[in-house]
């Protein structure tokens, strides 16, 4: 399985531009991001999704504002998963997204 931390080295030298319409719509039904990041990994995976939509999805999920614990959590499980780590500015905001829901 690819992790997300290789699959963004490996974008940067061999970009691949597969991506394919019924993977394009699954994105837009109504997923939260979590889901879609998911969907979006599967999809990579089975070479079935490019570079571009991966890194969206992934976009998404960092960018994203948990409504409840129990989303945050999935949230952190999502960007941890298979040895990922997000951006120092994305950790920051996830300590702040854990504050707000636990006030």
């Known amino acids: 399985m690819t992790d997300r931390r290789s699959f963004l080295t490996a974008a940067l030298i061999a970009p691949v531009v597969i991506t394919a319409p019924a993977v394009a719509q699954t ?4 997923l939260d991001p979590v889901d879609r990041y998911w ?7 089975a070479n079935r999704l490019g570079e571009d939509a991966y890194v969206q999805a992934i976009n998404d999920l960092d960018r994203w504002e948990p409504p409840t ?5 999935r949230k952190f499980i999502a960007q941890y998963h ?14 702040t997204q854990a504050e707000r829901l636990l006030s």
Not at 27 to 30: M, T, V
Not at 39 to 45: E, G, I, M, S
Not at 69 to 73: E, S, T, V
Request: charged share 25%.
């Open 82 to 95: 298979d040895g990922g780590c997000p951006t120092e500015d994305d950790r920051i905001a996830m300590i």
């Open 27 to 30: 994105f837009s039904c109504g």
């Open 69 to 73: 614990p129990r989303d945050f959590l």
């Open 39 to 45: 969907a979006a990994t599967d999809a990579v995976n």
